[in-house]
């Protein structure tokens, strides 16, 4: 089973990622994230650091999902394993669409065409929706700020989280991230023990 955690910067998603290893140690999960599981991940970072051009800032973006999927993800997932990513593919559209929309008269297509037909969707997404200036505030002492870390670009990013939710309702679940952490974990992990639950896991 593929269980994402997805919300903007801020929204306490690492953090919940951290703890659910934790609460979820005696399913022994396969906790890992996007970008950043693999090399090119390193790669990534660097071009939102240098703020590289928003198209090969995203075609980065995609083989990283790619090498991800192929050194992490699908071999867990043929073992049987869970899987709790740190963000996946509804990153890459509700935060490259928002970078592309100078670029590209199409973004969201242009992003569907370059995943169709070999991505791998999650079972279950975790979004963590969150007022943006309450977001901010919770970053603002990050020694170097991405450039999406701004109002009215994580604005639109959630709206574009929401979207997808509207859309795929079967596999997005909505969590109030101005919850309490510790509430916010118990239900996600209850969530996650109620999904797994009759499924043989190592």
């Given at each position: ?91 890459r559209f509700a935060y490259q669409e928002v970078s592309l929309s100078g670029c590209l008269s199409d973004p969201a297509g242009w992003l569907y065409s370059v995943h169709n037909g070999w991505t791998v969707i999650p079972d279950l997404t975790f979004l963590l929706v969150l007022s943006v200036d309450t977001a901010l505030g919770r970053t603002k002492n990050r020694i170097s700020a991405e450039h ?55």
């Open positions: 089973m593929l269980i994402t955690l997805e919300g903007i910067d801020g929204c306490g998603k690492s953090s919940l990622h951290e703890a659910l290893a934790v609460s979820l140690s005696d399913l022994f999960p396969v906790m890992t994230r996007e970008p950043g599981a693999t090399w090119i991940g390193d790669q990534v970072r660097r071009a939102i650091a240098e703020q590289a051009d928003p198209i090969a800032e995203a075609l980065l973006f995609v083989a990283d999902h790619a090498a991800h999927l192929r050194e992490v993800v699908r071999p867990a997932l043929s073992e049987g394993r869970l899987v709790i990513s740190d963000r996946y593919i509804d990153s999406f870390e701004k109002a009215d670009v994580l604005a639109r990013v959630q709206e574009n989280y929401l979207s997808r939710a509207r859309a795929e309702p079967w596999r997005f679940v909505i969590v109030d991230g101005a919850l309490a952490p510790e509430v916010i974990l118990n239900f996600v992990t209850a969530e996650i023990r109620k999904r797994v639950l009759g499924k043989k896991l190592p």
